[in-house]
């Protein structure tokens, strides 16, 4: 016995002193420009956005891109010079025009990058918008921890839209809008009883997931893109409102779709894998999403970006979704374009964009 513990005890002492903790020695690696840029056919969208990476140990606060020039660059033709609004924020006076060629040039620090040049789409259109019946399943913990799975009907929203020669990808964002109504109870001690007046209220719920992307199917010969999903809104509006007097009146739905290149659709679908990477062996890793953007005068800096020109265009329907049955759901496309606030309510009058099932 005494014999085993010897053994066991030298056994000890081996791993002890065979024991290292590992310090990895990383590389200090000097801020790198980033380019955030969104150009479309609608001024209100277009902007550049510079900024620098920090190296892994810094506690400094990240450097700021001062004296920077940014021109959108027609090939062959003009270029526009960007306004800097707030420091390395750039906007545009003008729009690219669907059918011709860009590129981006950034001056910064005796260094010009310049991305590779991009034809700009034709101006995107959906054939049509639809809705289905839908279970979505969610994951929820109950009150001993365990997940117990949750299911809530609603409808599924889709859209079909055409194919061509010039344009055969698509991005998508939405924001939903649901409108909502307050009767306050009529006051009974007041001579004659006093009814207050309605409230009217609206409350959104934004587009918070990947990209939504759409193209041809690998192989596919169709000239449409078919029953792709936008969104899932439930039956039970309820679901999104905070008091139960809040009477639901109906969805507002916005829909912004983009007319994009296939390097968009690829470097969004990248994005959309390293965001969805759950730390396996074969999820992608950072370096392997690569933008569009280069230094001319030393092409060993790196810079990270991606010049996204896109076309756009925006649809806003009116819904009623109904409870499950087809027959009681309400859709008519408007064409009113108004500004729609975060949320809130107004008394006795409805706001401007207030729609009715009518």
């Keep these: 016995m005494r014999k085993k513990i010897n053994y066991l005890a030298l056994i000890a002492v081996l791993f002890v002193s065979c024991e290292e903790y590992y310090n990895p020695d990383m590389d200090v ?11 479309t056919n609608d001024t209100k969208q277009n902007f550049v956005k510079l900024s620098m990476t920090r190296d892994f140990y810094s506690t400094n606060e990240k450097e700021k891109v001062t004296g920077a020039n940014v021109e959108l660059v027609e090939v062959g033709g003009q270029s526009t010079n960007g306004v800097e609004s707030s420091t390395g924020n750039f906007t545009f006076p003008g729009t690219p025009v669907p059918g011709k060629k860009y590129l981006l040039r950034i001056t910064y620090q005796q260094n010009v990058f310049e991305s590779e040049a991009v034809v700009m789409p034709p101006v995107p259109s959906i054939d049509t918008l639809y809705t289905k019946h839908h279970i979505e ?25 055409p194919i ?3 344009l055969k990808y698509y991005r998508f964002s939405w924001t939903a809008i649901l409108q909502w109504v307050y009767y306050p109870p009529i006051v009974l001690d007041s001579i004659p009883p006093y009814t207050p007046p309605s409230w009217y209220g609206w409350v959104k719920k934004y ?3 990947s990209f939504n992307l759409a193209g041809p199917k690998e192989f596919s010969v169709s000239d449409k893109v078919l029953n792709h999903p936008i969104l899932s809104l439930a039956y039970d509006s309820q679901l999104y409102l905070d008091s139960v007097p809040q009477i ?40 392997q999403v690569y933008g569009n953007i280069h230094c001319t005068n030393d092409p060993s800096k790196i810079v990270l970006g991606f010049f996204d020109l896109n076309s756009y265009r925006q649809y806003r329907y009116f819904m009623i ?9 309400h859709q008519r496309r408007l064409n009113r374009y108004i500004d729609i606030p975060n949320s809130g309510y107004e008394i006795e009058t409805p706001p401007e964009f207030w729609e009715n099932n009518y």
């Design 29 to 39: 690696v000097s801020g790198l420009l980033v380019v955030e840029s969104h150009l």
């Design 137 to 161: 399943k969610t994951y929820r913990t109950d009150s001993y921890g365990a997940l117990v799975s949750v299911e809530t009907p609603g409808r599924e929203i889709y859209i079909d839209a």
């Design 164 to 166: 061509s020669t010039e």
């Design 207 to 209: 587009d918070k997931g």
């Design 248 to 287: 639901p009146a109906g969805w507002i739905v916005i829909l912004d779709q983009y007319g994009i290149t296939k390097d968009s659709y690829d470097f969004h679908e990248k994005l959309n894998k390293q965001f969805s990477a759950e730390g396996s062996l074969f999820d992608p890793v950072l370096t």
């Design 321 to 329: 979704l109904g409870s499950g049955d087809d027959k009681l759901v």
